[in-house]
């Protein structure tokens, strides 16, 4: 599970998690409580509704008694994103929320494999290839920790998590930290927005040019955007 709260500068994690994850509302007593680097624990109650078109999950946070909790998340769940993640009792940490952002675009011909993703506002292009007939074009967003880390050396591996409703780069398998993530922004409206075709795959360099990463995959990501 990871939770982002920004107008604070906190998340908490135990593991990688994204998705079209529901947005609500955290409530605390006391912003000292989200300490960072703090474990904690925490239990999730999925469809809180019990009806056919209404879900809800909460979230309640604690240090050791299940019954004195310090915050508590609420969300709607529509999607019930929460039902097929469910880790109740599961530890994790509160960080302090390191994240940029910038609008990105995202697009892939329907008599071509490759897929590219262009960063305009901070000169970056990646690409990737998708064994798909699926034509793919939409702005979103793209958020990511540094953006030093946008750039892979030679010799090392990253790892691309392609779904329908996001795009995910990640240092390796199972980290809890993301590179990036893309958002497309037609998502809310078309679940199918970047297709319909999930890949999860490493991503090994294979040849290293100026800020560029290949793989078998071909993902690469780049200063320059043509």
């Known amino acids: 599970?990871?939770?982002?709260?920004?107008?604070l500068m906190r998340e908490f994690k135990d593991r990688m998690t994204f998705g079209r994850d529901p947005e609500g509302y955290l409530f605390y007593k006391d912003v000292?409580?989200?300490?960072?680097?703090?474990?904690?624990?925490?239990?999730?109650?999925?469809?809180?509704?019990?009806?056919?078109?209404?879900h809800a999950v909460v979230v309640k946070f604690f240090h050791n008694?299940?019954?004195?909790?310090?915050?508590?998340?609420?969300?709607?769940?529509?999607?019930?994103?929460?039902?097929?993640?469910?880790?109740?009792?599961q530890m994790g940490i509160w960080t302090t929320?390191?994240?940029?952002?910038?609008?990105?675009?995202?697009?892939?011909?329907?008599?071509?494999?490759?897929?590219?993703?262009t960063v305009p506002a901070i000169g970056k292009k990646a690409t990737f290839e998708l064994n798909t007939d699926q034509s793919i074009k939409t702005w979103g967003e793209i958020s990511y920790k540094r953006l030093s880390e946008l750039t892979t050396p030679a010799g090392s591996c990253s790892f691309v998590d392609f779904n329908p409703d996001r795009l995910l780069l990640f240092p390796k398998m199972q980290?809890?930290?993301?590179?990036?993530?893309?958002?497309?922004?037609?998502?809310?409206?078309?679940?199918?927005?970047?297709?319909?075709?999930?890949?999860?795959?490493?991503?090994c360099v294979e040849r290293y040019l100026s800020d560029t990463f290949t793989s078998k995959h071909k993902l690469k990501l780049a200063n320059e955007i043509d």
């Not at 008694?65 to 009792?89: H, L, W």
């Open 1 to 7: 599970m990871r939770l982002e709260v920004p107008s």
């Open 65 to 89: 008694d299940p019954s004195r909790c310090y915050a508590q998340f609420i969300a709607k769940d529509e999607n019930m994103t929460v039902d097929y993640t469910i880790d109740n009792g």
């Open 175 to 203: 980290s809890p930290d993301f590179t990036a993530v893309f958002i497309p922004s037609e998502a809310l409206a078309r679940p199918d927005a970047l297709g319909a075709t999930s890949v999860e795959t490493d991503c």
């Open 32 to 54: 000292d409580d989200l300490d960072p680097d703090q474990s904690s624990r925490y239990i999730m109650f999925p469809n809180v509704y019990k009806t056919k078109t209404e």
């Open 97 to 117: 929320l390191v994240q940029g952002s910038a609008q990105a675009m995202i697009k892939k011909a329907s008599d071509e494999n490759t897929v590219t993703l």
